[in-house]
């Protein structure tokens, strides 16, 4: 007999696929990779059970507010994991990438922010216009601006509804302010002042800007700095040193006073601007040739944190042009040198000899790189007389030096303190 034919198979039903959708995601993954994602969602579920979303998030602000950004970013990843669209942890979470120099991070999280709820909370805005330079830096402020000031009115308009039903209570700090309004102007004056110094029109809306900015905070140091700095850029000195002085005037009493005291109060420190903006401000000061209150800066600066390179040079500067402008006085005067002055010019030259070595020492400490200041600190050096030897007992940065950051610092402070759990 000839051989059958094979007669086709009958389809047969196909077998219900019983996985589950969590196991569908596992197709195609090497066994190691799927053992890690199992462990991922347990430790996912096991979160969810032992911690709320609102517990995880009050761990991440504790730990960004003593700087454990690390730490935080763990806290905030876990919150993120029960809620992926819990606003407030994205917030907290691109804050943190930004403080650990992620930014492409914090840029993924903030435009996902956005995406989420365009029209409610400024901060993302504010802090996309941060990563940003340019047109697309002013174009994230002005939104954050709009949503700003939407808030605010909102704010106004049930402040006003509940006039006299109710005993006044304390301010919200979470709540935005006239004064965060001011901050963005600021912001979007300083990229026209640098960034698009050189587009038509510039100078105007520079100015514009601050004015809108002083519209809402009229008393705001840095927005009256920011004044200052733009009327030195355009020659008009004199205006320019009463915004800088006024500014000044505003700060320096509570610099002074919280240097004085060990334990200053959070209100004072809060009045003190950055520590890059008083370095603005010494600057500005020298040109203005107010060096007394430049010195008074500095020294602040310096108590604050002394592994700063500009801030001793600028602290030699100024006592290199204390000594010039005190000579020039006294040539023009036509008489003989006191004995007084000579002691007082000595002083300034001694101290600006100091300042400017320690500028030099921690230089190289630190490989910093910024030729021109190098340059025009061993050029002050030399007509000071060189760079003074250290000797023992001698506050200048000795060889050994090595700087460290505030949390070896603390580190170090600690070492031998209980843990706190």
């Not at 001011?182 to 601050?210: P, T």
């Not at 800066?297 to 700063?308: A, T």
């Not at 390179?309 to 036509?334: D, F, I, P, T």
């Not at 630190?366 to 007509?383: A, I, T, Y």
Request: with cysteine; hydrophobic share 35%.
């Amino acid at each position: 007999m000839g051989g059958q034919t094979k007669g086709k198979k009958k389809n047969k039903p196909k077998r219900k696929d019983n996985r589950s959708k969590s196991d569908a995601g596992f197709v195609g993954l090497l066994p190691q990779e799927r053992m890690k994602v199992r462990m991922h969602e347990k430790a996912k579920k096991k979160t969810a059970e032992k911690y709320s979303v609102e517990q995880l998030l009050e761990k991440t602000e504790e730990c960004m507010d003593s700087f454990d950004f690390e730490m935080a970013a763990l806290f905030c990843q876990r919150a993120l994991d029960v809620e992926s669209d819990n606003l407030q942890a994205l917030d907290m979470q691109g804050h943190i990438c930004s403080e650990l120099g992620n930014t492409q991070k914090a840029k993924e999280v903030f435009l996902r922010a956005v995406e989420l709820s365009p029209d409610v909370g400024h901060s993302k805005y504010m802090y996309l216009g941060q990563i940003h330079t340019g047109q697309e830096a002013v174009d994230y402020y002005t939104r954050g601006i709009q949503v700003l000031l939407a808030a605010l009115d909102k704010q106004a308009q049930t402040t006003q509804a509940q006039a006299g039903a109710a005993a006044p209570t304390d301010e919200d700090p979470e709540l935005p302010t006239a004064k965060d309004v001011c901050v963005a102007y600021c912001s979007i004056a300083e990229i026209y002042l640098a960034d698009l110094c050189m587009e038509e029109g510039a100078a105007d809306k520079c100015r514009e800007f601050i004015e809108k900015a002083l519209h809402y905070h009229y008393d705001n140091p840095e927005a009256l700095q920011l004044m200052a700095s733009y009327l030195f850029s355009t020659e008009r000195n004199q205006e320019g040193r009463e915004y800088l002085l006024k500014s000044v005037e505003l700060w320096l009493p509570s610099q002074k006073q919280s240097a004085a005291s060990s334990s200053a109060e959070e209100d004072m420190q809060n009045e003190i601007p950055p520590y890059e903006s008083r370095i603005t401000t010494a600057k500005l000061l020298i040109e203005a040739e107010e060096y007394e209150m430049a010195v008074d800066v500095l020294e602040g600066l310096l108590e604050e944190d002394d592994e700063v390179v500009q801030v001793w040079y600028l602290s030699g500067w100024v006592c290199y042009l204390q000594l010039e402008k005190a000579k020039e006085q006294q040539e023009g005067e036509r008489r003989e040198v006191t004995d007084e002055e000579k002691e007082e010019w000595n002083a300034l030259k001694e101290a600006g000899r100091s300042y400017l070595t320690n500028a030099k020492k921690l230089y190289n400490k630190l490989r910093c790189d910024d030729q021109p200041m190098l340059e025009h600190v061993e050029q002050l050096l030399g007509e000071l007389g060189g760079e003074m030897e250290a000797e023992e007992g001698d506050p200048l940065l000795d060889d050994d030096y090595e700087p460290c950051s505030d949390e070896e610092e603390e580190e170090e402070d600690d070492a031998d303190a209980p843990m706190e759990h």
